[in-house]
């Protein structure tokens, strides 16, 4: 039995290095992204419910955006609070703003996916430019680094949206951890012609995109996945682009509580399931492998089984997972995670099982 799992326990490695260095590898040793400026008219759209004290801060950051030619579409998703006040002072203040009310509808209720469809349609521009309520862009050439990568035939862009840095908070580093690693898996099959998914907080496409699949009609009966299912839905090795200069990047406020951050992966996870088989296949294969190297490896060195042939397995593994994530991490600017990387590691594997066990007991709550 040791000597068979000593034999997983290769596959796994092996398996683990198919990932870290020749699928992330295609990200993590690309050149550096230089962009140049393209000055097609983009509209920026943001969707918002009860976000008052949000919207107050980051909306002025977008109006003072360093592009000619923009709009910006505010859409009050019906919310209680103050949100669509400010939202009325906004389009007083910025010529270049426009607003959208959603009223509730009862065959849509609380769904982003209609909010975001009318906004979409109010929209004048051919290029859309997403980011949410409670995200900033980190410079004032945001629109400009994204749009640099439309062309002819890319009609989709991804971008990396961060997350702030919080001194002496270790919650904070597995958040932006777990953050840098899934936008390292999808830049990274992006870049191998398999885009699987994007991010709301900073994601680009065609308005012809959104028309030529109907929106969002083939999942609007799912609350979450106007971000990723879409995505998953439209991309393709041809039309699609990814975008990670650092003037690109939008950062969001992280939660400050376990609790609020594993709801919010509950969240996150119940969406992957609506996937394409092939990309359901691979996430669940890299993080079985995952899971499978810390227990097998525990295991074995539990039981001194061939264990200077586990230990430099084991050091082969985190050799190159650490290679291959610190020069991603240098691209997002994420490089003081890493410092806790196998810490954090182990951490989040089994955050993820404990997630995938609660969604199978009860449904996460989705926009309200």
């Known amino acids: 039995m040791l000597t068979f799992t000593l034999y997983l326990f290769i596959v796994i490695v092996a398996i683990q290095s198919l990932y870290y260095l020749f699928v992330f590898g295609k990200f993590a040793f690309a050149k550096a992204q230089k962009t140049t400026p393209k000055r097609i008219p983009i509209s920026v759209v943001v969707c918002a419910k009860n976000e008052a004290e949000n919207v107050i801060r980051f909306i002025p950051i977008l109006a003072e955006q360093d592009y000619p030619d923009y709009e910006i579409i505010l859409i009050d998703d019906a919310s209680s609070d103050t949100t669509l006040e400010i939202f009325e002072e906004f389009e007083k203040k910025y010529p270049n703003i426009r607003l959208v009310k959603v009223q509730n509808n009862e065959a849509f209720w609380g769904n982003k996916k209609y909010a975001l469809t009318l906004g979409i349609k109010a929209s004048k521009k051919d290029y859309l430019l997403f980011t949410d309520a409670d995200c900033y862009p980190a410079s004032k050439d945001w629109i400009t680094a994204m749009s640099s990568q439309f062309t002819l035939h890319k009609t989709v862009v991804l971008g990396y949206g961060a997350y702030e840095k919080v001194a002496n908070s270790f919650l904070n580093k597995i958040i932006r951890f777990e953050t840098m690693l899934t936008a390292i898996q999808y830049f ?111 295991v074995l060195l539990a039981f001194q089984h061939q264990w200077i042939i586990v230990l430099g397995l084991i050091g082969f593994r985190y050799l190159f997972t650490w290679i291959s994530l610190g020069f991603s991490a240098g691209k997002l600017k994420e490089k003081d995670v890493m410092y806790w990387f196998p810490i954090i590691e182990i951490v989040l594997i089994f955050t993820q099982l404990n997630v995938f066990i609660t969604n199978i007991f009860s449904k996460p709550v989705y926009w309200k």
């Open 188 to 298: 990274s099959w992006a870049k191998a012609g398999r885009p699987y998914m994007g991010i709301g907080r900073n994601l680009a496409y065609k308005k012809e995109e959104f028309y030529n699949v109907k929106g969002f009609i083939s999942h609007m009966k799912i609350r979450s996945g106007d971000d990723d299912l879409f995505i998953n839905q439209v991309a393709t090795s041809k039309n699609t682009a990814i975008c990670y200069a650092p003037e690109s990047f939008t950062y969001s406020q992280p939660k400050t509580t376990f609790k609020g951050w594993f709801t919010q992966k509950r969240r996150h996870v119940s969406t992957a399931n609506f996937y394409k088989s092939f990309d359901k296949i691979q996430l669940a294969l890299f993080y079985v492998s995952q899971l499978l190297f810390v227990i097998l490896a525990i």
